[in-house]
């Protein structure tokens, strides 16, 4: 399982419509703007080259993005990097084949209509890796 490129960096905000502004200013134009509630996240897809900005904005206080923000001070950034595979399934068997911890054994839906997978970061050296792949 070699991954194909970089799929995405996903960069948390507090504030979706204000975090859109600074990259439009760059000139990049939003593609798709997403809620996905199982991952209670608002979502804005900015494509940069040969990969996308994910911006991800919390729904709820208890999100995984919310939680990342208040782990880092109330700021927003980089939250994870995401690669693309083939083959999820083969991919999530392939990490743990080689020992990697998963925080998904089964993929589940991500948005930009993809089934992701994420790497626990401490296999990773503290970098959370998600596995996706694009349907």
Do not use: W
């Amino acid at each position: 399982m070699k991954p194909n490129r970089v799929d995405h960096i996903g960069i948390a905000c507090t504030n979706l419509e204000e975090a859109m502004k600074f990259y439009e200013a760059l000139g990049l134009t939003c593609t798709n703007i997403e809620v996905v509630e199982e991952q209670k996240v608002k979502v804005a897809f900015f494509p940069c080259g040969d990969a996308d900005l994910e911006i991800l904005e919390s729904t709820t206080p208890d999100g995984p993005i919310a939680k990342f923000i208040e782990k880092n001070g109330g700021r927003g950034g980089i939250q994870h990097i995401a690669l693309n595979v083939d083959d999820i399934k083969e991919a999530i068997a392939y990490m743990k084949e080689i020992g990697l911890r998963m925080l998904d054994n089964e993929p589940r839906y991500g948005a930009g209509n993809s089934s992701i997978a994420f790497v626990h970061p401490k296999s990773t050296g503290g970098v959370l890796i998600e596995l996706a792949q694009r349907l």
